[in-house]
């Protein structure tokens, strides 16, 4: 490096004053992490929910009756089939069984012999041994929903009540595997009669219809067309669900920003304090080194890297222990506040994803506040006359 | 209440623009009182506090240069971002033009950075002479540069306020590419007379530079920037996307193209900005090597690049799009 004895003389300085910092450090490290926590998490949940939809049919038809989504008969399903341009056409029978009050699970009714518009789906169906799977009452099980049953010491059946009151007996033939727990953690997989039988469906009747468009320019058009089939149809867009994602957790993490930034201008604020009080001691070493034949640029060069330096030393530690406290111990405490414990109690890890605009989102934030706020103070020191310091 | 101000990056971005805003309105008072009363041969003890002040002054404009570029990009990234949430927009170019202040608002950006790269380099060599020969230029410069940022604070909340989210955008097809047959290129160009001009123009900046002659790299450096942004919207940019019909300036930008667009606008920004700042300096009778070293090099790594783009699709297809 050019000038060499100048960042050797910066480090020197920064090991030497090690406890003038350490308060600073401290505080900035705390505040960093808690920011890098929060926004690790909902971009980490982002991710997953992209990912499921990734995997999300284009379009899904639904029946809607006084506001509220009813079963849609399945001779809609031909009138689909006849649209030009579209592929994939599924019927979807599906809904929430619920154990007891705190635990449900969703069904989820699959046409075994049909091709799959959900591609997470697809690939769960391949792994099947069709032949033995079809020929009694099977279903497949997520690991939450697997344990939740052997808690219950139902090992290898389970009977469920109807609406209609009767009990339907359903043999357990596979758990799911455990990778991305968001989406398959709490899901039963049975074929499409027998989830109508338990969710209380006619035979002619469906939650749903859902299908893809591989063309997403006639995107726009396919849903005109599909909404003129029926008075009653709504018809969910993947594009519609993705905004809907995004705004709930801009919401969260939104919320908490603006939250957040009241703190660091509290913390600015303090800052800009303590640079003011600048102790007698760190006037006189300025005025030595003034005096020596540093020029005033030469000490604010000094004072900003100095101040620089440590921006990126509490940025590094804090946003690495909030890595560890994420995505290792799992978010203990701040994970509810996202998820809302009761609901997805069967979640388990989170993925770890670093986005790097979350983190420039977190460096900018900081650093704008610390130097903005050590700017004047630091100036300040440095025009200091080394006649009035001495 | 707009769902666009709880925008992790809507929040960031406004919080850090108003930083600066509070320290430019201080730098701005400052600099009014140097404008003022600025006197190198006067010995009073006002004199010395303004010689100190200049060094406020410089420091603060290191730090908000600094930091908006870093805020440009983070801008140019944040725009791409809110294309999921506003209705119509796929890339940066709709969500840019959901309003009319958008696009102001990105010019200003570029003047501003501009304007202090600009301050930075006269600071540079102020303070190498002896007497602060350039001070009051340099102080006129910083007060343009310290207006521009609060025009240009104002066009950030004219612009975000203003973003309709129940209105649908148009996206970068119907912006840039359908025009229904009508020439999109100034001068009633077509594409083979704009390659020609490209190429011209940039072979003539590399001789007026090396002519040293001021006024022809001004004026082609001027007109290659306003050739260059057409040539790569409606020529180089079809490379990039590999697909003819695609013509825009901000998909580039995302990371399906590898966050190419950056690298593709900051050498094109870099080599006309540095370039101007080289005349202006050499109109002030100083010389700068560094600066026509960083003019050439990121010209010539623009026009290499964009070049590269339709030689690697050439090579890849045996074919022309």
Known sequence: MRNNSFFYFLTLNLLKEKRRFVGIVLISTLLIFLLSSVLFISSSIKHT??????AQPDFIVQNIKGGRVSPIKDEQVDKIVDIFGVKKVTKRVYGRY???????????????????????????????????????DNMLVGQGVLNYLKSHYYTSNYNFLTPSGQMQKVNIFKALNVKSSLLSNDIIVMPLEL???VLGLKENELTDIALNVPNDSEWANIKAKLESLNFSTRVVTKKDMKKAYENLFNYKGGLFLVLYLIVIATFSLLLYLRYSLASSLERKEIAILRAVGWSIKDVLKLKFLENIFLVIFAFVLGSSLAYIYVFILGAPL????????????????????????VLSTIFIVFAVAFLGSVLIPVWKIAVTEPKEAL | MNELFLNNYVIVYLFSEAVLFLIALYAFFKDISILRFWDFNNFSSKQLKL????????????????????????????????????PGAMCGAGVISANSYGMSLLFVKLITIFTFLLFLTLNNLDLKAKNYPLLKFKSWVLLAGLLLIFLETYLDIAYLFNIDLSVPVSCCSALFGNLEGANPLPFGLDIKMLLILYYTLFVSIILSL?????????????????ISYYAVVYFFGTYIYELPTHKCPFCMMQKEYYYIGYFVWGTLFSALFFGLIWVIIGLLKYESKVLKRITVTSLVLFV?????????????NGVFL
Not at chain 1, 114 to 131: C, F, P, R, T
Not at chain 2, 215 to 224: C, P
């Open chain 1, 49 to 54: 929910l992209n990912q499921t939809l990734i």
């Open chain 2, 210 to 226: 090396l002519l040293d002659n001021k006024l022809l790299t001004a004026v082609t450096l001027i007109l290659f920037a306003v």
């Open chain 1, 334 to 357: 701040l994970k509810d506040i996202f998820l809302g414990g009761a609901n997805l109690k069967q979640f388990t890890t989170f993925t770890p994803v670093v986005d790097y605009s």
């Open chain 1, 98 to 136: 619920f154990f007891d009050d705190k635990y449900s699970a969703l069904i989820i009714g699959v046409d075994f012999l049909d091709e799959q518009s959900n591609k997470k789906l697809a690939k769960i169906m391949d792994s099947v041994d069709l032949k033995s799977f079809l020929s009694k």
């Open chain 1, 195 to 197: 989830a109508q039988k």
């Open chain 2, 51 to 86: 010689e100190k002040q200049s060094y406020l002054l410089s420091t603060i404009a290191t730090f908000i240069f600094t930091l908006k570029l870093t805020l440009l990009i983070y801008f140019v990234y944040m725009i791409d971002s809110l294309s999921i949430i506003i």
């Open chain 2, 304 to 316: 290499s690049l964009c070049s590269a783009y339709v030689l690697y699709y050439y090579f890849k």
